[in-house]
């Protein structure tokens, strides 16, 4: 079959199934599972015969949403953030990996940037990190210990402050997806060209891997989380700017539900790093190396397979077409 005789053919159907996820038609749990149940066998089918459709990105889309539809109402569901974290985030994550790409994307860029300036211009790390800090890195770097800034304060005060500000930036990059990405890539761009100007800057004053054991004890997951808070904003953005088929509020709830739920699965990870910065990086430069290497790899192991390859797993446990 055609794939346009393909999408005629079931072109009402899979409005039904739109109408059921979105509200528009009332239906209980066993009504949506039994759409499920189709929705899968025509996924199934045009994975087969027009695999590199639209056709196949937009079932596989409705399928997942319709699959977060039955779970929600399921009686036996007693752990909500089990489910949460396990698979309506990473199903939200596998249907927008498209954002969470461009963000990954833009991210290198702006922190390409950053270094490039660097290197070209002796002042930018003054003009972007301030005078104050680059001459106490300079100090610290002159009294052998490159990462002292991470000793100053208490540690209980650092992880609060360190926190509270981390906090923030994601939420402005997730809330301010409102203007079409535009502040969100505003915001990633201001802490890309910040990192790679003040890596540089340690690579030129021959102390780039003592600082990277240091600043990555909990860069791992507070750049990552970063760039996934980047990804829910230009979700929200995107919701805005591309309703598709949708009305644009249609859209555009639905874009800022996606974008909140990824913002939310980064707070673990935010916190997680809140720790290791305040409790931690603090004791790098004398703490074994591999240790030290140990708590790097594992910190990033674990945010990317949550973020990068479990979304994908998911996605295949839920799209098998039914028996």
């Not at 509270?164 to 997730?174: D, I, S, T």
């Amino acid at each position: 079959m055609r794939e346009v005789a393909f999408i005629k053919q079931n072109k009402e159907k899979w409005l039904e199934f739109e109408q059921a996820i979105f509200g528009k038609a009332k239906k209980n749990p066993d009504e949506i599972a039994s759409l499920y149940i189709h929705l899968v066998n025509d996924l199934s089918y045009a994975q087969t015969y027009y695999p590199k459709s639209k056709t196949v990105i937009y079932l596989n889309h409705l399928a997942a949403l319709t699959y977060q539809k039955i779970y929600k109402t399921k009686r036996e569901e007693t752990n909500r953030v089990a489910y949460f974290f396990k698979t309506e985030v990473p199903l939200i994550v596998y249907n927008n990996r498209r954002y969470v790409l461009y963000a990954f994307i833009m991210f290198f860029i702006f922190t390409a940037i950053g270094v490039l300036s660097a290197s070209k211009d002796e002042n930018f790390v003054r003009v972007i990190l301030g005078d104050e800090y680059v001459n106490m890195t300079l100090k610290n770097i002159d009294e052998g210990n490159p990462v002292a800034v991470y000793k100053s304060g208490g540690s209980v005060g650092s992880f609060i402050g360190i926190t509270l500000n981390n906090l923030k930036v994601g939420a402005y990059m997730f809330i301010f997806g409102i203007t079409g990405g535009i502040m969100t890539m505003y915001f990633l761009f201001q802490n890309a060209v910040m990192l790679g100007s003040f890596q540089y800057f340690f690579y030129e004053k021959g102390v780039f891997w003592e600082s990277v054991r240091g600043i990555w004890i909990h860069g791992c997951m507070e750049i990552f989380g970063m760039v996934m808070e980047c990804a829910a904003g230009l979700i929200f953005g995107a919701a805005l700017l591309f309703p598709k088929t949708f009305s644009r509020v249609e859209s555009l709830k639905t874009g800022f539900k996606s974008g909140l739920k990824i913002w939310v699965s980064t707070l673990p990870f935010t916190f997680a790093a809140g720790v290791l910065e305040g409790f931690v990086t603090r004791y790098s430069p004398d703490m074994p190396r591999v240790l030290n290497i140990a708590i790097i790899l594992i910190t990033l192991a674990a945010i990317t397979y949550y973020y990068l390859i479990y979304p994908y797993k998911v996605n295949k446990r839920i799209a098998q077409p039914a028996k």
